[in-house]
C-alpha cells in the first residue's frame, strides 16, 4: 500500500486566505465533499470546484456554487455564453489542489495524463502541490494497478491522503474509503504549516547518475535513478525552500513539476562538480544523492572504438570528490549532507566519509536491505552524525525524504 499522510494537530490558522481547487470525481462519497468546502471557507480559504462529467452524476453544481459562492467548472467552455474556462489560470491561481474524492478512474487518469476532461488538464496544468483523496472499494483499490498509479503520483511529488488512517477514522473502516473531511482539511493545514519551516532557505540537492564517455556511445554510469533526489527536492519545496537539483542523465519519466525547484541538468562528474562548487557559497544546505562516478577514462576517443578481438585496457583517472570538495568551503551556518551507498561494514564506512567529507551527517543505505537503494520506490536508511545514529524502516522514497529533511532541519538526529 502507499504510504499516507501523517496527520497532526495543527495551531494557528494556517489555511487564511489559501486558494483551494477542489476536483470531484463520480463517486458515492462526493457528498461529503460539501463538508470539505464548509471546512475550508470556514478556516479562511477560498474554493473552486472542478468538477468531472461522472461527479455530476452524485451531486449538484448548484450546491457547490452555493457553497463556495462561485460558478462550479466542469466543462472547457461555458455552456451559456461559450466563456472558455482556462485551466492554465488555474494551475497559476491556486496555493493548492485537492481531489476529493479521486476514483480509480481519475487516478489512472492523472498518473496517465490521459486529459480528457477539465479536471484532468487543471490537474496537469497545476503549479501548486496536489493532495489525493482515494475513494473506492477495497478491492479496487489494493489492486496492483490502482496501487502502481498511486505510487506513480506520489513519484510525481503529489500527496496522497491515505483512507482510513487519519487519528478520527475508526478501525472498523476499511482502507479505501475517503478519509474523513476533519482530516483531510487537516492533512491541507499540515502541509501549510511545515511549508512554512523552510521559507527563504536555499537548498542545493544532486541526484541520479554520472556518465563518464569512453567514446561517442559508450560510458561508465551506475544504476541511479535519481528517484530519492527527486523525493528531497519535492520535500525541501514543500516545505519553501527554493531548490537547486542538479541531476545526472536520469531518465524522461523524471520531472519537475514544483515551482520552487530548479533543475539543472549534467553528464559527467566534472560538470557536477561545476555547477555544485559555483552554487554551494549561496546556499544554506546541501544534500548530496547522486551516485558519482569516482572515476573517468583518461581519454576520450573521438570516434567510435571498433572491435579487435584483443584485450582492451581503459585507463581511468579520478573524478573531483564533489562531496569533500564542498566540506573543505563550507562556511558556518552552512550545512552538508551526504548519502553512503555500501555493501558491507557498512556503518564504518559511512562514519569514514562522514568525517573525510566534513558532513553534518550522513544517509546510510545498504544494498544488503532489500527494497533499499538504486532504482527502487523504497529505501531503507541510517542517519549517522559524529555521536549518533537512528535507523529507519523501509519506507517509500516520499516518506524517507521527509525524515532526512527532518534531520537537516534539526541538524542531526535524536
Ligand atoms: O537514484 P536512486 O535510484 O533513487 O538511488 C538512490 C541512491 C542509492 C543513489 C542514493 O540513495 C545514494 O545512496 N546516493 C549516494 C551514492 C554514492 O555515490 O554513494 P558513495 O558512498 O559512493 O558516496 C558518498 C557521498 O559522496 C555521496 O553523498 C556522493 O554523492 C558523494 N560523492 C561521491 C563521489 C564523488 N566523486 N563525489 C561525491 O560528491
Request: charged residues 20%; aromatic residues 6%; contains cysteine.
Amino acid at each position: 500500500m502507499v504510504e499516507g499522510w501523517l496527520f497532526l494537530c495543527i495551531s494557528g490558522n494556517m489555511l487564511q486566505g489559501k486558494k483551494i481547487v477542489l476536483g470531484i470525481t463520480g463517486s458515492i462519497a462526493a457528498y461529503k465533499s460539501c463538508l470539505i468546502i464548509r471546512q475550508l471557507i470556514k478556516k479562511g480559504a477560498e474554493v473552486q470546484v472542478v468538477i468531472t462529467p461522472a461527479g455530476k452524476e452524485f451531486i449538484t453544481p448548484i450546491t457547490l456554487s452555493a457553497l463556495t459562492s462561485k460558478p462550479v467548472i466542469s466543462d472547457f467552455f461555458s455552456q451559456r455564453d461559450g466563456t472558455w474556462h482556462s485551466h492554465v489560470d488555474l494551475g497559476l491561481w491556486a496555493d493548492a489542489m485537492l481531489i476529493a474524492p479521486a476514483t480509480a478512474s481519475t487516478i489512472g487518469k492523472m498518473a496517465h495524463g490521459v486529459a480528457d476532461n477539465m479536471l484532468i488538464t487543471t490537474y496537469l496544468s497545476m503549479k501548486a502541490p496536489v493532495f489525493i483523496a482515494p475513494a473506492m472499494d477495497l478491492d479496487m483499490y489494493a489492486h496492483p494497478s490502482t496501487q502502481q498509479n498511486l505510487q506513480t503520483l506520489q513519484g510525481y511529488g503529489n500527496h496522497i491522503i491515505e483512507p482510513g488512517t487519519g487519528f478520527l477514522a475508526s478501525k472498523l473502516e476499511g482502507k479505501g474509503r475517503m478519509e474523513e473531511p476533519e482530516n483531510i482539511v487537516a492533512c491541507l493545514e499540515n502541509f501549510f504549516s511545515q511549508q512554512k519551516s523552510m521559507q527563504g532557505k536555499k537548498v542545493l540537492i544532486t541526484a541520479g547518475p554520472t556518465y563518464e564517455k569512453i567514446d561517442p556511445v559508450r560510458f561508465i554510469g551506475n544504476y541511479s535513478s535519481g528517484k530519492m533526489g527527486f523525493a528531497l527536492a519535492n520535500e525541501c519545496a514543500n516545505r519553501g525552500a527554493e531548490v537547486e537539483l542538479v541531476c545526472g542523465p536520469v531518465s524522461a519519466a523524471m520531472q519537475v513539476t514544483h515551482p520552487h525547484i530548479l533543475r539543472i541538468d549534467v553528464e559527467s562528474a566534472k560538470e557536477m562538480y561545476d555547477a555544485c562548487m559555483s552554487l554551494y557559497p549561496s546556499m544554506d544546505s546541501a544534500i548530496l544523492c547522486a551516485a558519482v562516478a569516482d572515476y573517468a577514462p583518461e581519454t576520450v576517443a573521438e570516434q567510435k572504438m571498433k572491435r579487435t578481438g584483443e584485450d582492451l585496457v581503459i585507463r581511468l583517472k579520478p573524478n573531483p570528490d564533489i562531496a569533500a570538495s564542498l566540506g573543505a568551503i563550507k562556511q558556518d551556518g552552512q550545512t552538508l549532507v551526504g548519502f553512503a551507498l555500501e555493501t558491507n561494514d557498512e556503518e564504518t564506512n559511512a562514519q569514514a566519509k562522514l568525517k573525510k567529507k566534513n558532513f553534518d551527517f550522513i544517509v546510510l543505505n545498504s544494498l544488503k536491505d532489500e527494497g533499499a537503494g538504486f532504482r527502487t520506490d523504497t529505501n531503507k536508511i541510517t542517519i549517522l552524525t559524529a555521536d549518533g545514529k537512528k535507523e529507519y524502516p523501509l519506507k517509500m522514497k516520499a516518506e524517507v525524504a521527509k525524515d532526512i529533511v527532518d534531520a537537516l532541519e534539526r541538524k542531526g538526529v535524536r
